[in-house]
């Protein structure tokens, strides 16, 4: 089992920035990649971003530029930083991580609210 801790979320005022940890723990060994979700209601949960176990980083178009993920190996984190944050960008956003074992186990966290407004 993996378990999958996120924090940092909260209110913050357009144009600002935010970064959200997600702090990963229990059978890491197998882990492939970290990434973050993040999903409004009446919508579709997006994909962001994510970071693989050679640290090697993609991110979504709609947030390349403004959004960026990394790792901080040691401490088991990965970040996602939001810059220029924009109300469009108020979601509850989720931490996952896939696992490869006989087949492939997705785990989440619980999320975190980011409110954009002033």
């Known amino acids: 089992q993996v378990q999958l801790v996120e924090s940092g979320g909260g209110l913050v005022q357009p144009g600002g920035s935010l970064r959200l940890s997600c702090a990963a723990s229990?059978?890491?060994?197998?882990?492939?990649?970290i990434g973050w979700h993040r999903q409004t209601p009446g919508k579709e949960r997006e994909w962001l971003a994510l970071i693989n176990r050679d640290g090697n980083s993609n991110v979504a178009d709609s947030v390349k530029g403004r959004f960026i993920i990394s790792r901080d190996g040691a401490r088991n984190t990965v970040y996602l930083q939001l810059n220029d944050v924009k109300p469009e960008d108020t979601a509850v956003y989720y931490c996952?991580?896939?696992?490869?074992?006989?087949?492939?186990?997705?785990?989440w966290g619980q999320g975190t609210q980011v409110t954009v407004s002033s």
């Open positions: 996952y991580a896939r696992e490869s074992m006989l087949r492939i186990n997705t785990y």
């Open positions: 229990g059978r890491l060994l197998n882990i492939i990649d």
